[in-house]
């Protein structure tokens, strides 16, 4: 497991910008946190590392925004079963060697690969400090 502390918005989206350059294309980013915590600064951090221009957004009602085919960005907030997962494209898109990046795993946790790298994000000491957590494949090992 890997934590890291940010400071603000800013600082989230550089850690993403790294770390989507350290694991590269094809990875799983499997986001776990409550609301406002920070997980869409963090994919927009990612499209930045991707070198993308697009204007990235919460998904919420689209459920699932692809980012000229090198970043998908799914929010699972309103998944409730297997039918409604199938429907968004999720096991196609997976397979695509883009990097998928999920919002609200919680609620598809146990469709998720076993290689994603999970990412817990969680209230600091003030309002705008996170503690991001990274747990790896080998770390549940």
């Known amino acids: 497991m890997e934590k890291f502390i940010s400071n603000s918005v800013n ?3 550089m850690l993403a910008e790294k770390l989507v350059n350290r694991f590269g294309a094809g990875t799983i980013f499997a986001m776990f946190g ?4 920070g997980k869409t600064a963090f994919v927009r951090g990612l499209a930045k590392g991707l070198n993308l221009d697009d204007m990235v957004s ?3 009602f689209a ?6 085919g090198k970043l998908i960005h799914f929010d699972m907030y309103r998944i409730n079963d297997w039918d409604e997962l199938y429907c968004t494209g999720f ?4 397979e695509s ?8 795993s919680e609620n598809i946790e146990s469709a998720l690969p076993e290689n994603c790298i999970k990412v817990y994000f969680e209230q600091g000491d003030n309002f705008d400090q996170r503690i ?3 747990i790896t494949q080998g770390d549940n090992d």
């Open 58 to 60: 919460s998904p919420t």
């Open 91 to 94: 096991f196609e898109y997976i």
């Open 97 to 104: 060697g883009a990097v998928i990046a999920i919002e609200w």
């Open 63 to 68: 459920i699932v925004h692809d980012y000229s």
């Open 132 to 134: 991001i957590m990274l």
């Open 11 to 13: 600082e989230t989206e």
């Open 34 to 37: 409550s609301m406002g915590m």
